[in-house]
């Protein structure tokens, strides 16, 4: 009832250096993306503002087209790429391609930074090297820049993310007749992205009652995680950890108020089980709605074959919805729940996962009014109201409030966001071009092709060093310490 109060704001201060006087003519920056398309996304965003702190310019980002989903889009597929470049023009110089050199193409220099990687710890890193290679290409590029940084960068991140990063015209025109076509069947309609693929559920290591069959299934999709742990199912449903089922789901659903002729639009790929899985969730929702079921089969040909293209269409649809529903707090959850509230403040509802999980256990041993009840308490504070998530925690991207201003629209009614570090946009420019001692793994130290700064968040490095500790993660000297690039981080499991 609140949401005309507040709006997304994100233009530049009068402050902010503009391209054309800050980049460096001998400094590219390319990034590797990782994961599915959301998760992609954040990477995207991210490197903006990279380039931006580094005075580089940035080449247009390569799509991961390695990962779980092996879809072979690239950039130019999915977003309208000429629009990223131009609306982005006086904030960061963004090329297609890296320049030749002696009328050969430049050959980037790999490496890859510490995780949630803040203002500082970027120019400690990359600066020596950009001043000595000249074009870097960052690895792994999902969540490598910090959730706190000064608040012109947070807006820079939001003209990226809200503005700059538009799918192309055919994903764009397919999406809105997805819309349109619910639209028809209701003025309003609801939008639950499920999550409750094979391989969500192998991750999680959580028993869903399919007994043998189903542990052999899964055991077999969740050895593809090395670095997993045996699955204890028993405790990891204790602690919430477990996705609800698709009838958990629409019980929920129900219990929190929506009744049976609610229009549900539900985003999801393959779900395990199939329709034998679904039939309870349709049976309490019968105007139960997919892509597949609003659009024939020869108007998805083009998107079909392309997981992150048709992940698009979902998240059109998800985004345009009246209410969004997430079963899984993972980046298209947090990229879309970021979003509705930057445009209109438009309502995502969260799980209260470790609530919700014990009551769900015991639904049988009570009524249905008072399990209702129990539900609809669980829930306060997940149901997308205005101040649910404080500024300044959760992932920026889910949270963006240092873009969200009051109505008023002065500078004195944003929203407030604690910030961790004191930092001058004008500044950043005038960085010492000197190789100063960092404490990192400098290139001349490794030899393998690729410089890793590890997994380890930035500021627990920093708290390692403070106290007085070793850190194993940087001594390349244990080749057992090196990312193996066969196996994918556990974090490519919640791309989408």
């Not at 959301?38 to 005075?55: F, H, K």
């Not at 991961?64 to 006086?90: A, C, G, P, R, T």
Request: hydrophobic share 35%; with cysteine.
């Amino acid at each position: 009832r609140k949401s005309d109060m507040f709006h997304g704001c994100s233009n530049a201060a009068d402050n902010f250096a503009t391209a054309d006087v800050k980049t460096h003519s001998n400094r590219y920056l390319l990034i590797a993306t990782s994961g599915g398309l959301n998760q992609q996304r954040t990477g995207i965003t991210d490197a903006v503002v990279a380039a931006y702190i580094l005075n580089a310019t940035l080449v247009v980002p390569k799509l991961d087209q390695k990962s779980f989903w092996k879809d072979s889009s690239n950039f130019d597929e999915i977003f309208d790429v000429d629009w990223f470049i131009s609306s982005l023009s006086k904030d960061v110089e963004i090329i297609k391609q890296l320049p030749t050199k002696g009328g050969k193409p430049m050959s980037p220099y790999t490496m890859r930074v510490p995780r949630k990687c803040n203002a500082k710890c970027y120019q400690n890193c990359l600066v020596p090297v950009l001043n000595k290679k000249h074009a870097v290409q960052l690895t792994k590029f999902d969540y490598r820049l910090s959730n706190k940084l000064d608040s012109n960068l947070q807006k820079l991140r939001c003209r990226a993310n809200y503005h700059a990063l538009k799918f192309t015209d055919l994903i764009n025109e397919m999406g809105k007749t997805l819309v349109d076509r619910m639209r028809m069947k209701s003025k309003h309609f609801i939008a639950l992205h499920l999550r409750f693929e094979p391989d969500m559920l192998a991750f999680s290591g959580c028993d869903f009652g399919g007994g043998e069959k189903e542990r052999k299934e899964l055991g077999k999709i969740r050895k593809r995680w090395k670095t997993l742990h045996a699955s204890n199912p028993d405790k990891v449903r204790r602690h919430g950890r477990c996705p609800l089922t698709p009838e958990e789901v629409g019980l929920m659903l129900r219990a929190l108020g929506f009744g049976s002729d609610i229009h549900l639009y539900v985003a999801s790929g393959e779900v395990y089980g199939g329709e034998e899985t679904l039939a309870p969730l349709k049976k309490l929702f019968p105007n139960y709605h997919s892509k597949e079921t609003i659009a024939s089969k020869e108007e998805l040909t083009p998107f079909s074959s392309f997981s992150s293209r048709m992940a698009a269409l979902d998240f059109i649809v998800c985004d345009e919805s009246d209410v969004f529903i997430t079963n899984n707090n993972g980046n298209m959850a947090r990229m879309l729940a970021g979003r509705r509230r930057y445009f209109g403040h438009k309502p995502t509802i969260r799980l209260n996962a470790k609530k919700l999980s014990p009551l769900f256990m015991n639904r049988n041993n009570m009524t249905w009014e008072e399990f209702a009840s129990k539900l609809q308490t669980n829930e306060i504070g997940f149901m997308g109201e205005l101040n649910e998530i404080k500024p300044g925690r959760g992932e920026f991207h889910e949270n963006p409030a240092a873009c969200i201003c009051s109505a008023s629209s002065t500078k004195s009614n944003e929203v407030p966001i604690p910030q961790n570090e004191s930092y001058d946009s004008q500044n950043i420019h005038k960085e010492d071009d000197t190789k100063k001692d960092s404490g990192y793994v400098t290139d001349e130290q490794i030899t393998e092709d690729e410089q890793d700064w590890s997994e380890i968040d930035y500021m627990e490095m920093n708290i390692n060093r403070s106290q007085g500790k070793v850190l194993p993660s940087v001594r390349v000297s244990d080749p057992g310490l090196l990312l193996k690039p066969d196996e994918p981080e556990l974090e490519e499991f919640f791309s989408d």
